[in-house]
């Protein structure tokens, strides 16, 4: 096979370097030549000139005889000597006459070269000399001649033709020795390198005649280079194979694809004029496609195919089309843009479809080369992120939930506190500015009276820390510095970045938490309601007796003194009884008998007998206003309730002071109610303050004041009851109570009365030993199990003129009335044992004698009686008294439910 140093001669290095050292020669010879011939040519020119002077100096003497003489034949003679010379061309003697003594001319010499000559020498050259006596200066004539210079000429040319012929015959013998000795010296020994080389020799000899030249040189290069490529090669080869593992078992997209044409088709468009490809690309819509499918696609991993759910790759690159959509396609122009624009790479996220039509979203990058040839093989890799965008859409779905929760959250590291997040309803709930809490200690919004705010932080990712979770109630402070109660839920939860971290989950619980206190408040009063109204049932039925007996004991004794001991006692007695009512009252159980009050009225009647009993040093004031309105109250309950807080007040001031009373009349509406909102509605209010100025009370006490049998007096001198049953006769009476106090200054207390529409009217006094008008004869059924309680109430009824039956339960009671109906009037407890209960038993009798007038009896007071509710639907014939009672309201009832049947 012919090798590239086999080919014919003149394209040898060799012959190469001969024919530049020949005509480098030929060069310098014809310059060295030229210079010489220049030289020689000025030389001749002063030669010539010197000939010809020296030749009219050899006949000037001659000349001057013949002038002199006036010698013509010398004359003659002397012209014909000088015409000797080949060049003389023409020649004569003038004497002093300036006479042509003498003149010979012959024609010039005319060859190819004249022109040359004459360029040089001149057309001709002119002599002339002063025939001239040396010693007498005496001028006899000239001597004058004319010289041919293409005679001069011919000569130098001659010459100059040898020389210059003997310089080229050297060049050329010197190109042939030359390239003799290039072709045996290089060209030979290049061409057996050169044929090594193309037989795939892996080391060229090195002989010892070339070993330390330039021939020696590129062998040696060579052998390092071929084993440094054979080493590359081997390294080449083995990263091919890592990367077509690698490229096989990517678990990233990964394809080669020729963009050529692709580069081609945009260089066509500029040569075209198109300067904004995008409008180009937007106006021509099917322009993007066509280009698409331009594109060759020269192979894809095993993650591309399974990516585009592709069997083969085959299958792939013949239903490529099918991968693509309208968000690809925009993608796709993205990506022309970008090579319009010569950027470096390509990166974008889109939509793709797999073969079978399932959505999917890549991340697509490829780089963009800058040459044709570049495009001809880019790398594509695609990034599957569908799991990550649906799981960024879930987290972002999350978030907003997390955003739009009604409760607030917030994220803080577990290591040393500080909140990473927030969200809005966080920041909102303390009275923050959005993200204003980010970076800041957690324990900032903690407000807990025993622990500091490190601590209380602490304890809690303590509780975290060992138990994955902490649920609790803290005192926490808004950034205004008010102070409210969270409900908190806290879980562990491990971050990346942040490590260890608590996510709490807050909720505002003051107001729940002030509902929670009063319905505990309200279970207690319930509790203590229930067990009092229990024991005052019993209490009522002992009060009954004793009171019954006090009344009939009374109409035997006529001695004034005696007289006065049993007025006490049943005295005694009525307050025994209405203690038990105020007992109840706290717990809104009592039965209250409202009417139209002055409260003026009512204090200045208390005023006028308490006074008494306050100690000199405690000064008793009234301010009271006129025209006050009337209230609807229960006027015994509301006395109690005034006295209760002056006896308070007079304990406040061990050491004296002032103690006043004022009255007014407030209006409220919903931007002036008092702090009680929940506990008034607007309207009008009578106002009662009985104010002290003794110690005051603190904080923690006035929490807990109106909370039954609490107290600070000492044992033996309160109860406790006070408070709490002032709180109930206000709220039943539609009421409120309002406590203001400052420590070391004194304290008020302010009862809310809704306000009557009638004028104040004085109560009367009661008659309470008056007689009665009784009815005699009249048929009286008593119902009573407490036989002492029946007693009373049959020898009461005897002595006023009743004929009375009794039964000491309701089903003796249905036996009597069965067998004997005829009665004018039935008087039962409400509560007894057996099946027959009173109320039921009232019924029982009306369906036996309509309009039969009945009075129920309870020891129970108000809403604790268990039948309460059936003795209201007994009808207008029924009447109700509450144990312990009194005689004379008892024959009263007793007249009015007679006179109301009749």
Known sequence: METSLSKKFTKSLSFKQARAAVITGFVLGIGFGALQIAADLRSEIDQTDKTFKQSLRAFEQTAFQAAYGLDKELAQTVVNGLFQKPAVVEAKIIDSYNDTMYFKSRPQLKNSFSWLAEGIFGEAKSF???????????????????????????????????ILSFGILRNVFLAIILTVLFHNMLTRPLRKLSGLIHDGAQELPVSASHKNDELGAIALEYNQLSRDRSEAIERLLQEEVRFRRLFENSEVSLSNADYSNVFKTLNQLREDGVTDLREYLDNNEDATWDIFTTINILSANLATLRLFNASSEAELLEHSNKTFNPSTMEMFKDQLCAIWAKHSTFRAETTFKTLDGVEIVGVISLPLPETEDGFRSIPVSILDITEFKKAETELTFRGEIIEGMSEGVQASRISDGIIIYTNAMYDTMFGYEEGELIGEFVGTTSAEKDKTPEQTTAHIHGEIEANGSWVGEIRSIKKDGTVFWCEVSATKFEHPLHGSLSIAVQSDVTEKKITEEKLRQSQRLEAVGQ???????????????????????????????????IDASIGATRRGADLTKSMLAFARRSQLAPESTDLNALILDTKNWIHRALPEYID????????????????????????????????AMPDGGELSITTANVTFDETSKPYQADELKTGRYVTVAVSDSGHGISQEIIAKIFEPFFTTKPIGSGSGLGLSMIQGFMRQSRGTVRVTTELGVGTTFTLYFDAGTGTPVRPKKEMEHAAIATTSGARVLVVEDQQDVLDIIKLILKRAG????????????????????EFDLLITDLVMPGETQGAELARYVSQICPGLPVVIMSGYVGNDAPQDNQTQQLGPQSFQLTKPIRRNELLSVIEAALQHSA
Request: no cysteine.
């Open 531 to 565: 067990l009092t109204g229990g024991v005052a049932h019993d209490f009522n039925n002992l009060l009954a007796v004793i009171m019954g007996n006090q009344e009939l004991l009374r109409d035997e004794i006529t001695d004034p003194e005696n007289l006065k001991f």
């Open 620 to 651: 008793f004031v009234t301010v009271l206003e006129s025209n006050l309105w009337a209230v609807e109250i229960d006027r015994s309950a509301a006395e109690s309730a005034v006295l209760n807080l002056i006896v308070n007040a007079r304990d």
């Open 802 to 821: 009743y004929i009375v039956s009794s039964a000491n339960s309701g089903d003796a009671a249905k036996a009597l009335f069965d067998d004997d109906p």
């Open 128 to 162: 002339s000399t002063r025939l001239t006596d040396k010693q007498t200066g005496f001028h006899a004539g000239d001597l004058t001649i004319s010289v041919d210079t293409n005679v001069i000429a011919q000569a130098f040319f001659q010459r100059s033709g040898l």
